[in-house]
């Protein structure tokens, strides 16, 4: 089952954007990107990443989905007429992902390696 655990919003200060989501939402930090900051509410991660380029805009760059099996799921993703378009994890400790466009444009992440601050699987709360 996939399981969306990975949010990129595009900053205009990474620094900054961290501190409004730990004051305004509790969010802890989780780690670093190489152009931001990782944010976490315990089960997604939130990539706060600083704008690049001038033509960037800023808001959701992409989203991600942690799978059991990166080849499986990117067959599933081509077969149902998404497109890879770049990356794979470089190492069984790599946060990074591969990356794919959906029929309509859309930017998403797949990786069975997660991302720092999500978590996997997450059980429900019984009520018994």
């Known amino acids: 089952m996939s399981r969306i655990r990975h949010i990129a919003i595009i900053v205009p200060d990474a620094e900054e954007a961290a501190q409004f989501y730990e004051k305004a939402l509790g969010l802890k ?11 976490s509410d315990g089960v997604i991660n939130v990539a706060l990443l600083q704008k690049e380029h001038e033509n960037e805009k800023l808001g959701l760059y992409h989203f991600g989905v942690w799978v059991d099996d990166l080849d499986a799921a990117e067959k599933q993703v081509v077969d149902a007429g998404g497109a890879y378009l770049a990356g794979r994890p470089t190492s069984p400790n790599s946060f990074y992902e591969a990356k794919y466009r959906d029929p309509n444009g859309v930017v998403f992440d797949l990786t069975h390696n997660g991302w720092a601050g999500a978590a996997k699987d997450v059980v429900a709360k019984s009520d018994l």
């Not at 930090?29 to 944010?39: S, V």
């Open 29 to 39: 930090r989780a780690g670093t990107a190489r152009r931001g900051i990782y944010m």
